[in-house]
């Protein structure tokens, strides 16, 4: 059974940063798509930031430039690294695996930027 657990969201002025991490437990083996989502309250949940097994990456239009993801397989550890962070960024975050046709979800984290 594989686990996310989220850690890093907080408050923060705009253009300041903060740096997400997903921890993982559980076997990483047959992960396909590891990614950032988020959510804003009454909105759809969005894709932030994908890499993919062969480390491609992918991210939304509206956070390139400003975010980095990455990973280390020895800690099982991903990172979202947020600079330059906007009031419109404020959403809950979630972390992401899609192993083997299986969807894995974190609980969460919420990133709120003040104006």
């Known amino acids: 059974q594989v686990h996310l657990v989220e850690s890093g969201g907080g408050l923060v002025q705009s253009g300041g940063s903060l740096r997400l991490s997903c921890q993982v437990s559980g076997s990483i083996l047959g992960i396909n798509v590891m990614g950032w989502y988020r959510q804003e309250p009454g909105k759809q949940r969005e894709m932030v930031a994908i890499?993919?097994?062969?480390?491609?990456?992918t991210y939304a239009t509206s956070v390139k430039g400003r975010f980095t993801l990455s990973r280390d397989n020895t800690q099982k550890t991903m990172y979202l690294q947020m600079n330059s962070l906007k009031p419109d960024d404020t959403a809950v975050y979630y972390c992401?695996?899609?192993?083997?046709?299986?969807?894995?979800w974190g609980k969460g984290t919420l990133v709120t930027v003040s104006s």
């Open positions: 992401n695996i899609l192993q083997r046709g299986i969807d894995y």
């Open positions: 890499i993919t097994s062969r480390d491609d990456t």
